[in-house]
Nanobody
């Protein structure tokens, strides 16, 4: 298994940028595909972005495509979410998650970091 800790959240004005980090520890990080999810108050958790363990393939929710970029540095056991052109509707708790490459479900989750975008 792998343990995940997010950081980098905070308060930012609309149009601004934040970079979230997710640091992993424990057993090997390399075989895990990684994802970012978010949950706003009163709403279901939603998918934001994902990246394969090799970094060779990424995917994004339509709502963030063109604004957010997911990346990873396996040497540092860290996955990133660069968020640009932030909007108030991006306000949520952002969590990173990991799944072994041979599974569909994400099995390890971080505690989340709050992102608040003011208008």
């Amino acid at each position: 298994q792998v343990q995940l800790v997010e950081s980098g959240g905070g308060l930012v004005q609309a149009g601004g940028s934040l970079r979230l980090s997710c640091a992993a520890s424990g057993r090997t990080f390399r075989p895990y595909n990684m994802g970012w999810f978010r949950q706003a108050p009163g709403k279901e958790r939603e998918f934001v972005a994902a990246i394969t363990w090799s970094g060779g393939s990424t995917s994004y929710a339509d709502s963030v495509k063109g604004r957010f970029t997911i990346s990873r540095d396996n040497a540092k056991n860290t996955v990133y979410l660069q968020m640009n052109s932030l909007k108030p509707e991006d306000t949520a708790v952002y969590s990173c998650a990991a799944r072994p490459g041979w599974t569909i479900k994400y099995t390890q989750w971080g505690q989340g970091t709050q992102v608040t975008v003011s208008s």
